[in-house]
C-alpha cells in the first residue's frame, strides 16, 4: 500500500485543489507543496523500510486491473527504482517553492500539472506490468506539455508541441513492442499476461530481439535523450518555466536511461550486446557533442540544457559497460545529473527572475553584488563538473572505471568530455559572477531570499552528503545491480560473450 | 378465408419497435399543443430509447431469437443496439437546446433521428442481406432529410444534396452486389451464403467477387473509408453538428455491424478482401490524418479525424474477425463517446450567433469557459489515443489485434498515423489553453440536457480508459455470436 500511497498521494491533492478556490492562490500554493511535502515523507519510510542486502523488488503490490488481457497493477521497487523514485518526490515540492513567485497566473492548473506529473513519474519507476508502465509513460506527457506550453517562455507552443510529438512518435513503437512480448510470451507458454516477471524471463530468438529492442530503444533514446534525438531538449527546456525545466532534467530525462535499465537490458540481452558498440558511440558523441555545444551557449539556460546532453551519455555509457561500477556509476549519475542540473535551472530561474535576461553577456561581477547566490552557484558549478568532494566526482568516477574495463578508447574521450565541461561550465561561472559589473541593472540585484534559500539547501546538503559518503546511495542499489547483470549475462548465454571488446 | 401468421417471436423485434413507437409517437405529438414548444418530442424519443436499451439489457447473454433466417436479436444486436440507443440519446439531448436556437425546431426532425436508430439496429441485427440493405436504406434516408435541415443555408443544401447523391449510388452498388452474389448463390441470406461459398469452386466464381467487392463499396461509402470519403467533410459541415455527430457515430457504428456479418459470412473468401482491407485500412487512416492537419474548420477537422479512426478500425478487421471484431465492436464504443463529445462541444459554442466553427474561436476557451475546455480536451486526448482515457485502451486493443494478426507493417503504419493525429488534436488544446482569446466574445449555450450528455460522455471516456475490463468481456461476448 505504501508505493500506492507514494503514487497516488499527488493525484488526491490535485482533486483535492480541483475543489478549492482559484482567486486563493497562498492557498492553493500551500496545500500542492504540503501534498509534496507528505509524498517526500512517505517515499523516506521507504527508504527506511527497504532491505538493501535484498536483492529484487520489494513492497510488491499486486492486484488485477483489467484481467480479461491479463493486465495487472503490479507495482514494486528494487534499489535502483527506489533512488529514482525518491529523487523525483525530493525536486518536486522543491519545484514548486520554486514555483511560488514565478507563476503567477493560472496557478490552480499548475500547481495540478505538477502534482499529476508527480503521479506519472513516480508510476514509471515502480510499475512492473508493461501496460501499467506504459500508461504512466504516456500519462506524463500531458501535464509537462502543458506545463511548458501554458507558462513556458515565448516560443513555448512550438517546444512543447515539439516535445510531445518526439516522446509520442517514440513510444508509438514501444506500444507495439509491447504487445509483440504479451503474444510471444503467452503463445509460448499459454498464459497471457504484461506482468514484467515472465516476460523477462523468455528467452527471445536473436532474430525476435533486434526489432523489439530497437523500437524500446527508440523511445528512450528519444527521452534520455541521446544523440541525435535530442534536438527536442534544448528546446523543451529552455522554454519552459524553472520548475518545468527542473522535472524535465531531473527526473524525464532518467525515465529514458531507466527504461533502458529495466527493459533493454533483461529483455534482450542479445540485442544489447550487439548494439552496445553502437550505444557507445553515441554516448560518447552526446558527451563531447553536448560539451561542445554548451561551449558556445550565450544563454544560461540553454548551456544548462545541452550540458544534460553531455551528462546523460556519461550515464548510456556506465549502463552499457554493464559491470557493478559502470551501472552502479550510472544510477548514482542519475541521480547526480538531478541535483546538480536541477539546482543549476533554479538559479538560472532565479537570477532571471532579477535581471529578466539569461544571456551571459548581460551578467558579470554577481560576486560583489550577490554574494549568497554566487556561493551556492559555485558548489553547484563545481559538482556539476564533478570536483572531488561533491557528488558529480563520485558517480562520473564509477562509470570510467566501468567502462575503462570495457574499451579504454572510449574511457579516454569520454575522460576528456569531463575536461571540456570544465571548461564550459567554468568559463560560464567566470563571466557571470567574476570580474567588474558591466551593466547598471546587475548592481541592484537583490541576493537570495529565505524562501530560495529554502529551495536551494536541501539540494546542496545532498550534493555534499554524496560526494563525502555516497555508501548509503550506492549501497541500496548494489544488491540489484548484482542480480541484474547476472541476470542479464546469464541469460544472454555464453553467445553472448562477445560482450564486445572483453 | 384461412390465413395464419407466421410464428413471429415478438422479442425479436422489441427494441426496434420500441423505438419506431417512439418515433411514430414523435410525429404523432408534434400536432398537440404546445406547439411552438418540441422538446417533449425529445422527451419521448428519450423513453424510447431508454425502454430500448433495458430490454437490450434484458435480453443481453439469453440464447440467441432468430425469426425465419432475417433478423436475429443476438448478443451481437443487442451490443450494437446499446451503442445506437446510448449515442442517439446523447444526440437528443444535444440537440433540444442546438435546434431551437438554430432556428430549426421541427417534430420531425426528432422523428427522423428516431427512424434513422431504428434503421441502424435492423442492419446490425439483420441476417439476410436485404434486410441490411433496408436498415440502411432507413437509415440513410432519414440522414439525408436530417443533413439538409438547414433549409435556407448553401451549405445545408449542399451537404444534403451531395450525401443523397453519393449514397444513391453507394446503395445502388450495394444492392447490384446483393443481385450478383444472389445471382450466384440463388440466396441473399447469410446463413445460405456462407454455405454456399464454402464449395470450393465458389471462391474462384468471377459473380461472386464482383458481388462481394460490391458490397465493400457500399459499406465503405457509409463508412466513410477512403476512396469513398469525399462526402463526409462537406456533409459535416453543412448538416446540423448535431445530425453530423449522428452520421458520424451511429451510422458507422451500423456500417460495421453489417460489415462484420456480411465479411465473418465471407470469411472463407478472407485471403480475397484481407488484403483489400489492408489497403484500405491504410489510405483511410493516413489520407485522413494528413487533410486533417490543415482544416481550420473544425468540423471539417473532426470530419477527416472520424476518417482516419474508420482506418483505425479497418486495421482490426483487417486482423480477422477472430482476433479484430472485439476489438473493432470496443473501439466503435470508444470513438462514440468521444466524438458525440466533441461535436458536443462544438453545437454548445457560439460567436455571434453562429456556432463557433473555426479554430481562432477557441483562443482562450480555457478561461472563458473551463467546463466546456476541459470536457473537449478529454475527448480529443481520447481521439488522440493518451492515458487515462478510453482512446488509449481502444488503440491499444485495436493494434494489438493487429500484431496478434502478424500484421505488423500495418501497426507500424497505424501507431506513427496516430502520432501525426495527435499534431492536429494538439493543436486545437494548444488555442483552448496557450493563446489569447481574439476577436468576438464567444458565448457557451450550455443547457441541463446538453451538461448531461456531456457529463455521460466524459464519464464513459474515463471509465473505459480507467477500467475498461468490463467492456472488454462484453465485447468478446457480443461478437461470440458470429464466430460461430
Known amino acids: ?502 | 378465408m384461412g390465413f395464419t401468421l407466421p410464428g413471429l417471436a415478438w422479442s425479436v423485434l422489441a427494441p426496434v419497435l420500441i423505438v419506431t413507437g417512439a418515433a411514430v409517437c414523435c410525429l404523432l405529438l408534434d400536432l398537440v399543443p404546445p406547439l411552438d414548444r418540441k422538446s417533449h418530442l425529445a422527451v419521448t424519443g428519450l423513453v424510447g430509447l431508454a425502454g430500448a436499451l433495458v430490454v437490450s439489457a434484458i435480453l443481453w447473454g439469453q440464447p440467441p431469437v432468430r425469426f425465419q433466417r432475417m433478423v436475429a436479436l443476438d448478443d451481437f444486436a443487442l451490443f450494437f443496439n446499446a451503442i445506437f440507443c446510448v449515442t442517439t440519446a446523447l444526440v437528443l439531448l444535444l440537440s433540444v437546446g442546438y435546434v431551437r436556437r438554430q432556428g430549426i425546431e421541427a417534430g420531425e426532425y426528432y422523428a427522423l433521428v428516431l427512424f434513422a436508430t431504428v434503421g441502424m439496429m435492423l442492419m446490425a441485427s439483420g441476417l439476410d442481406l436485404l434486410v441490411i440493405f433496408l436498415g440502411l436504406e432507413l437509415m440513410s434516408l432519414s440522414l439525408y432529410v436530417l443533413a439538409g435541415f438547414f433549409r435556407t443555408r448553401a451549405s445545408g443544401n449542399e451537404a444534403a444534396m451531395k450525401y443523397f447523391l453519393l449514397g444513391a449510388f453507394a446503395s445502388g452498388f450495394f444492392l447490384y452486389g446483393i443481385a450478383l452474389l444472389y445471382g450466384a448463390t440463388g440466396t441473399t441470406s447469410l446463413d445460405r451464403l456462407g454455405a454456399a461459398l464454402a464449395a470450393p469452386e465458389a471462391a474462384r466464381d468471377p459473380l461472386i467477387l464482383a458481388g462481394v467487392a460490391l458490397l465493400l463499396v457500399g459499406f465503405g461509402f457509409k463508412t466513410s473509408a477512403v476512396p469513398f470519403h469525399q462526402w463526409a467533410p462537406d456533409v459535416y459541415e453543412g448538416a446540423p453538428t448535431a445530425v453530423a455527430a449522428l452520421i458520424a457515430t451511429g451510422s458507422k457504428a451500423a456500417a460495421f455491424a453489417g460489415l462484420l456479418r456480411v465479411l465473418v459470412t465471407m470469411r472463407v473468401l478472407q485471403a480475397d478482401w484481407a488484403t483489400y482491407v489492408w489497403l484500405a485500412a491504410v489510405l483511410t487512416m493516413t489520407v485522413g490524418n494528413v487533410i486533417a492537419l490543415v482544416q481550420g474548420n473544425l468540423k471539417r477537422m473532426l470530419a477527416y479525424s472520424s476518417v482516419a479512426h474508420v482506418g483505425y478500425m479497418l486495421v482490426g478487421i483487417a486482423a480477422g474477425p477472430e482476433r479484430g471484431a472485439p476489438a473493432v465492436v470496443f473501439y466503435l464504443v470508444v470513438y462514440s463517446f468521444a466524438t458525440v463529445g466533441a461535436f458536443g462541444v462544438i453545437l454548445l459554442l457560439e460567436r455571434e450567433g453562429v456556432e463557433a466553427v473555426n479554430l481562432d474561436a477557441y483562443g482562450g476557451l480555457g478561461d472563458r469557459h473551463p467546463v466546456l475546455a476541459l470536457a473537449l480536451t478529454i475527448f480529443l486526448l481520447s481521439l488522440i489515443g493518451l492515458p487515462p482515457t478510453a482512446g488509449f485502451v481502444g488503440k491499444f486493443y485495436l493494434f494489438g489485434a493487429a500484431i496478434r494478426g502478424q500484421l505488423f507493417a500495418l501497426a507500424v503504419i497505424a501507431v506513427l498515423n496516430s502520432v501525426v493525429a495527435a499534431y492536429y488534436y494538439l493543436r486545437l488544446i494548444v488555442y483552448m489553453y496557450m493563446r489569447d482569446p481574439e476577436g468576438p466574445e464567444v458565448r457557451s449555450a450550455l443547457t441541463p440536457a446538453a451538461w448531461v450528455a456531456l457529463a455521460v460522455a466524459v464519464w464513459g471516456t474515463l471509465h473505459l480508459g480507467l477500467l475498461p475490463g468490463p467492456a472488454f468481456a462484453w465485447a468478446q461476448r457480443a461478437v461470440a455470436p458470429l464466430l460461430w
Not at chain 1, 31 to 50: P, Q
Not at chain 1, 413 to 434: C, E, K, S
Not at chain 1, 465 to 481: D, H, N, Q, R
Open chain 1, 1 to 502: 500500500m505504501l508505493l500506492t500511497a507514494v503514487i497516488f498521494l499527488p493525484t488526491v491533492g490535485a482533486l483535492a485543489l480541483l475543489v478549492l478556490d482559484r482567486r486563493d492562490e497562498a492557498r492553493l500554493r500551500h496545500v500542492a507543496l504540503w501534498v509534496s511535502v507528505v509524498t517526500f515523507g512517505l517515499s523516506l519510510l521507504l527508504w527506511l523500510g527497504f532491505d538493501p542486502t535484498r536483492a529484487g523488488m520489494q513492497f510488491e503490490e499486486r492486484r488485477p486491473w483489467i484481467p480479461e488481457l491479463g493486465i495487472g497493477y503490479h507495482l514494486g521497487v528494487d534499489g535502483i527504482s527506489l533512488l529514482l523514485v525518491l529523487l523525483t518526490t525530493f525536486l518536486a515540492p522543491l519545484c514548486l517553492l520554486s514555483a511560488w513567485t514565478q507563476i503567477t497566473t493560472r496557478v490552480k492548473e499548475f500547481e495540478i500539472a505538477m502534482l499529476l506529473l508527480e503521479t506519472a513519474m513516480v508510476g514509471v519507476f515502480c510499475a512492473l506490468d508493461l501496460f501499467l508502465f506504459f500508461v504512466f509513460w504516456e500519462a506524463m506527457l500531458v501535464p509537462m506539455y502543458v506545463i511548458i506550453g501554458v507558462w513556458g517562455g515565448p516560443r513555448r507552443i512550438y517546444a512543447a508541441v515539439k516535445f510531445i510529438l518526439y516522446t509520442m512518435a517514440g513510444s508509438a513503437l514501444m506500444l507495439l513492442a509491447i504487445l509483440a512480448l504479451y503474444y510471444l510470451q503467452g503463445s509460448t507458454t499459454g498464459v497471457y499476461t504484461f506482468d514484467y516477471g515472465p516476460i523477462a524471463r523468455m528467452i527471445l530468438e536473436p532474430a525476435l530481439q533486434w526489432p523489439l529492442f530497437l523500437a524500446f530503444a527508440l523511445a528512450f533514446a528519444i527521452k534520455v535523450p541521446m544523440f541525435p534525438f535530442h534536438t527536442w531538449l534544448p528546446d523543451a527546456h529552455v522554454e519552459a518555466p524553472t520548475a518545468g525545466s527542473v522535472i524535465l532534467a531531473g527526473v524525464l530525462l532518467k525515465m529514458g536511461t531507466y527504461g533502458f535499465l529495466r527493459f533493454c537490458l533483461p529483455l534482450f540481452p542479445h540485442a544489447s550486446a550487439v548494439f552496445a558498440p553502437a550505444i557507445f558511440v553515441l554516448a560518447i558523441i552526446g558527451i563531447l557533442y553536448g560539451a561542445w555545444v554548451s561551449m558556445v551557449q550565450p544563454d544560461l539556460k540553454k548551456l544548462v540544457a545541452y550540458s544534460s546532453v553531455s551528462h546523460l551519455g556519461f550515464v548510456m555509457l556506465g549502463l552499457f559497460a554493464l559491470n557493478a561500477q559502470g551501472v552502479e556509476g550510472g544510477i548514482l549519475q542519475m541521480v547526480n545529473h538531478g541535483l546538480s542540473t536541477g539546482a543549476l535551472f533554479l538559479l538560472v530561474g532565479m537570477i532571471y527572475e532579477r535581471r529578466h535576461s539569461r544571456l551571459i553577456a548581460d551578467f558579470g561581477g554577481l560576486w560583489g553584488v550577490t554574494p549568497v547566490f554566487s556561493a551556492v552557484f559555485m558548489v553547484v558549478t563545481l559538482s556539476s563538473i564533478g570536483l572531488p568532494g561533491l557528488n558529480g566526482f563520485v558517480g562520473e568516477f564509477l562509470i570510467l572505471v566501468g567502462a575503462f574495463q570495457v574499451s579504454r578508447p572510449f574511457a579516454v574521450l569520454a575522460t576528456a568530455g569531463i575536461i571540456f565541461a570544465a571548461v564550459y561550465m567554468l568559463w560560464m561561472y567566470q563571466r557571470v559572477v567574476f570580474g567588474d559589473v558591466r551593466h547598471e541593472e546587475v548592481r541592484h540585484l537583490p541576493d537570495l531570499n529565505a524562501r530560495e534559500l529554502a529551495t536551494l539547501v536541501p539540494i546542496l546538503l545532498l550534493i555534499v552528503w554524496i560526494g563525502v559518503y555516497p555508501k548509503p546511495f550506492i549501497g541500496v542499489t548494489e544488491a540489484s545491480v548484482a542480480e541484474l547483470i547476472g541476470f542479464v549475462k546469464a541469460k544472454a548465454g555464453p553467445t553472448a560473450g562477445a560482450w564486445w571488446l572483453y
